[in-house]
T-cell receptor
Protein backbone atom coordinates (compact mmCIF):
# COMPACT_ATOMS: atom_id res chain seq x y z
CA UNK A 1 0.00 0.00 0.00
CA UNK A 2 1.27 3.42 -0.98
CA UNK A 3 2.01 5.46 2.14
CA UNK A 4 0.04 8.51 1.03
CA UNK A 5 -2.80 8.04 -1.42
CA UNK A 6 -4.76 10.59 -3.36
CA UNK A 7 -7.23 10.36 -6.19
CA UNK A 8 -5.27 11.62 -9.19
CA UNK A 9 -8.35 13.20 -10.75
CA UNK A 10 -8.80 15.33 -12.66
CA UNK A 11 -11.42 16.83 -10.40
CA UNK A 12 -13.53 19.36 -12.21
CA UNK A 13 -15.79 21.82 -10.39
CA UNK A 14 -17.67 24.92 -11.55
CA UNK A 15 -16.57 28.34 -10.39
CA UNK A 16 -18.06 29.18 -7.00
CA UNK A 17 -18.50 25.55 -5.95
CA UNK A 18 -16.74 23.71 -3.13
CA UNK A 19 -13.84 21.53 -4.18
CA UNK A 20 -13.10 18.57 -1.93
CA UNK A 21 -9.72 16.91 -2.09
CA UNK A 22 -9.01 13.75 -0.16
CA UNK A 23 -5.95 11.94 1.11
CA UNK A 24 -5.35 8.78 3.14
CA UNK A 25 -2.14 7.67 4.79
CA UNK A 26 -0.92 4.35 6.05
CA UNK A 27 1.51 5.18 8.88
CA UNK A 28 -0.46 5.56 12.09
CA UNK A 29 2.36 7.38 13.86
CA UNK A 30 2.27 10.26 11.37
CA UNK A 31 1.86 13.51 13.23
CA UNK A 32 1.85 16.34 10.74
CA UNK A 33 -0.08 16.80 7.53
CA UNK A 34 0.28 19.30 4.75
CA UNK A 35 -1.30 20.46 1.54
CA UNK A 36 0.88 21.86 -1.21
CA UNK A 37 -0.38 23.51 -4.38
CA UNK A 38 1.52 23.16 -7.64
CA UNK A 39 0.58 25.17 -10.69
CA UNK A 40 1.45 23.66 -14.03
CA UNK A 41 5.15 24.11 -14.76
CA UNK A 42 5.83 25.57 -11.33
CA UNK A 43 7.20 24.33 -8.04
CA UNK A 44 5.01 23.25 -5.10
CA UNK A 45 4.12 25.74 -2.39
CA UNK A 46 2.68 25.09 1.05
CA UNK A 47 -0.89 26.28 1.53
CA UNK A 48 -2.11 24.45 4.65
CA UNK A 49 -0.77 22.46 7.55
CA UNK A 50 -2.72 20.59 10.21
CA UNK A 51 -1.53 18.70 13.26
CA UNK A 52 -4.57 17.79 15.36
CA UNK A 53 -7.93 16.22 14.69
CA UNK A 54 -10.66 18.50 13.45
CA UNK A 55 -10.83 21.41 11.09
CA UNK A 56 -8.43 24.24 10.40
CA UNK A 57 -9.62 27.19 8.35
CA UNK A 58 -7.56 29.73 6.44
CA UNK A 59 -9.58 32.00 4.19
CA UNK A 60 -11.33 29.89 1.57
CA UNK A 61 -9.34 26.81 2.55
CA UNK A 62 -10.25 24.29 5.26
CA UNK A 63 -8.10 21.32 6.15
CA UNK A 64 -9.74 18.43 7.96
CA UNK A 65 -7.91 15.68 9.83
CA UNK A 66 -9.22 12.40 11.22
CA UNK A 67 -6.34 10.40 12.67
CA UNK A 68 -8.55 7.45 13.62
CA UNK A 69 -9.53 7.02 9.98
CA UNK A 70 -6.08 8.10 8.74
CA UNK A 71 -7.73 10.65 6.52
CA UNK A 72 -7.00 14.25 5.69
CA UNK A 73 -8.92 16.48 3.33
CA UNK A 74 -8.81 19.96 1.86
CA UNK A 75 -11.94 21.93 1.10
CA UNK A 76 -11.79 24.96 -1.14
CA UNK A 77 -14.87 27.17 -0.88
CA UNK A 78 -15.99 29.53 -3.63
CA UNK A 79 -13.56 27.88 -6.05
CA UNK A 80 -11.94 30.19 -8.58
CA UNK A 81 -10.28 29.40 -11.92
CA UNK A 82 -7.03 30.52 -10.27
CA UNK A 83 -7.36 27.52 -7.93
CA UNK A 84 -6.82 25.21 -10.90
CA UNK A 85 -3.65 23.33 -9.99
CA UNK A 86 -2.40 20.02 -8.69
CA UNK A 87 -2.78 19.62 -4.92
CA UNK A 88 -0.23 17.46 -3.15
CA UNK A 89 -0.92 15.87 0.21
CA UNK A 90 2.18 15.34 2.36
CA UNK A 91 2.68 13.54 5.63
CA UNK A 92 5.47 13.90 8.15
CA UNK A 93 7.51 10.75 8.36
CA UNK A 94 9.33 9.90 11.55
CA UNK A 95 11.28 12.08 13.92
CA UNK A 96 13.50 13.53 11.20
CA UNK A 97 10.58 15.33 9.69
CA UNK A 98 10.94 14.21 6.10
CA UNK A 99 7.76 14.47 4.11
CA UNK A 100 6.14 11.73 2.10
CA UNK A 101 4.06 13.10 -0.75
CA UNK A 102 1.02 11.69 -2.44
CA UNK A 103 0.83 11.69 -6.22
CA UNK A 104 -1.40 14.74 -6.24
CA UNK A 105 -4.92 15.54 -7.38
CA UNK A 106 -5.38 17.77 -10.38
CA UNK A 107 -8.16 20.30 -9.85
CA UNK A 108 -9.80 22.19 -12.68
CA UNK A 109 -12.20 25.04 -11.86
CA UNK A 110 -14.38 25.90 -14.84
CA UNK A 111 -15.60 29.51 -15.28
CA UNK B 1 15.85 36.65 -7.70
CA UNK B 2 14.69 33.28 -6.48
CA UNK B 3 15.65 32.25 -2.94
CA UNK B 4 16.38 28.70 -4.14
CA UNK B 5 18.13 28.61 -7.49
CA UNK B 6 18.66 25.53 -9.60
CA UNK B 7 20.95 25.16 -12.59
CA UNK B 8 20.54 24.10 -15.30
CA UNK B 9 16.79 24.55 -15.72
CA UNK B 10 16.71 22.21 -18.69
CA UNK B 11 19.20 19.62 -19.83
CA UNK B 12 19.18 16.97 -22.51
CA UNK B 13 21.91 14.37 -22.32
CA UNK B 14 22.77 10.89 -23.52
CA UNK B 15 22.86 7.60 -21.72
CA UNK B 16 26.11 7.09 -19.83
CA UNK B 17 26.97 10.75 -19.42
CA UNK B 18 27.75 12.30 -16.05
CA UNK B 19 25.37 15.07 -15.07
CA UNK B 20 25.43 17.51 -12.19
CA UNK B 21 22.47 19.55 -11.05
CA UNK B 22 23.30 22.44 -8.78
CA UNK B 23 21.28 24.15 -6.12
CA UNK B 24 22.06 27.30 -4.18
CA UNK B 25 19.93 29.12 -1.63
CA UNK B 26 19.89 32.50 0.04
CA UNK B 27 17.34 31.60 2.71
CA UNK B 28 19.97 30.70 5.28
CA UNK B 29 18.37 27.30 5.89
CA UNK B 30 20.45 24.40 7.13
CA UNK B 31 18.30 21.67 5.61
CA UNK B 32 18.38 20.91 1.91
CA UNK B 33 16.74 18.22 -0.19
CA UNK B 34 16.65 16.78 -3.67
CA UNK B 35 13.37 15.39 -5.02
CA UNK B 36 12.37 14.04 -8.37
CA UNK B 37 8.90 14.32 -9.82
CA UNK B 38 7.51 11.94 -12.39
CA UNK B 39 4.02 11.97 -13.91
CA UNK B 40 1.83 9.61 -11.94
CA UNK B 41 4.45 9.05 -9.24
CA UNK B 42 4.52 12.34 -7.43
CA UNK B 43 7.49 13.75 -5.54
CA UNK B 44 10.07 11.29 -4.26
CA UNK B 45 13.00 12.09 -1.99
CA UNK B 46 16.46 11.28 -3.37
CA UNK B 47 18.85 12.71 -0.76
CA UNK B 48 18.72 15.18 2.08
CA UNK B 49 21.19 17.05 4.22
CA UNK B 50 20.56 18.66 7.60
CA UNK B 51 23.90 20.45 7.67
CA UNK B 52 27.21 20.52 5.79
CA UNK B 53 28.50 17.35 7.45
CA UNK B 54 25.23 15.44 7.27
CA UNK B 55 24.13 13.56 4.14
CA UNK B 56 21.31 11.02 4.11
CA UNK B 57 19.75 8.78 1.51
CA UNK B 58 16.12 9.18 0.67
CA UNK B 59 13.76 6.60 -0.76
CA UNK B 60 15.30 6.48 -4.27
CA UNK B 61 19.03 7.23 -3.94
CA UNK B 62 20.35 4.45 -6.22
CA UNK B 63 22.14 5.94 -9.24
CA UNK B 64 22.56 9.33 -7.58
CA UNK B 65 25.12 11.03 -5.37
CA UNK B 66 25.21 14.41 -3.68
CA UNK B 67 27.66 16.94 -2.36
CA UNK B 68 27.00 19.64 0.24
CA UNK B 69 29.72 22.11 -0.57
CA UNK B 70 28.51 24.77 1.84
CA UNK B 71 25.43 25.65 3.82
CA UNK B 72 24.01 27.30 0.76
CA UNK B 73 24.97 24.75 -1.90
CA UNK B 74 23.78 21.21 -2.51
CA UNK B 75 24.55 19.40 -5.76
CA UNK B 76 23.05 16.25 -7.22
CA UNK B 77 25.09 14.05 -9.56
CA UNK B 78 24.13 11.28 -11.90
CA UNK B 79 27.36 9.39 -12.50
CA UNK B 80 26.10 7.52 -15.54
CA UNK B 81 22.70 8.76 -16.65
CA UNK B 82 20.07 6.33 -17.86
CA UNK B 83 16.74 7.04 -19.60
CA UNK B 84 14.60 6.23 -16.55
CA UNK B 85 16.27 9.13 -14.77
CA UNK B 86 14.40 11.44 -17.11
CA UNK B 87 12.35 13.55 -14.72
CA UNK B 88 11.79 16.95 -13.17
CA UNK B 89 14.20 17.49 -10.28
CA UNK B 90 13.51 19.86 -7.42
CA UNK B 91 15.85 21.18 -4.79
CA UNK B 92 14.21 22.33 -1.57
CA UNK B 93 15.19 23.85 1.74
CA UNK B 94 13.60 23.98 5.16
CA UNK B 95 14.18 25.71 8.46
CA UNK B 96 13.76 23.46 11.51
CA UNK B 97 12.90 26.58 13.52
CA UNK B 98 10.13 27.49 11.11
CA UNK B 99 6.83 25.92 10.17
CA UNK B 100 7.15 22.14 10.46
CA UNK B 101 6.92 20.55 7.06
CA UNK B 102 7.33 23.74 5.07
CA UNK B 103 9.65 23.15 2.18
CA UNK B 104 10.81 25.94 -0.10
CA UNK B 105 11.34 24.64 -3.59
CA UNK B 106 13.51 25.80 -6.42
CA UNK B 107 12.02 26.22 -9.88
CA UNK B 108 13.05 22.74 -10.96
CA UNK B 109 15.52 21.21 -13.39
CA UNK B 110 14.06 19.22 -16.24
CA UNK B 111 16.42 16.43 -17.26
CA UNK B 112 15.99 14.30 -20.36
CA UNK B 113 18.24 11.28 -20.86
CA UNK B 114 18.20 9.90 -24.38
Amino acid sequence: QKEVEQNSGPLSVPEGAIASLNCTYSDRVSQSFFWYRQYSGKSPELIMSIYSNGDKEDGRFTAQLNKASQYVSLLIRDSQPSDSATYLCAVNRGSQGNLIFGKGTKLSVKP
Amino acid sequence: DADVTQTPRNRITKTGKRIMLECSQTKGHDRMYWYRQDPGLGLRLIYYSFDVKDINKGEISDGYSVSRQAQAKFSLSLESAIPNQTALYFCATSDPRGVTGELFFGEGSRLTVL
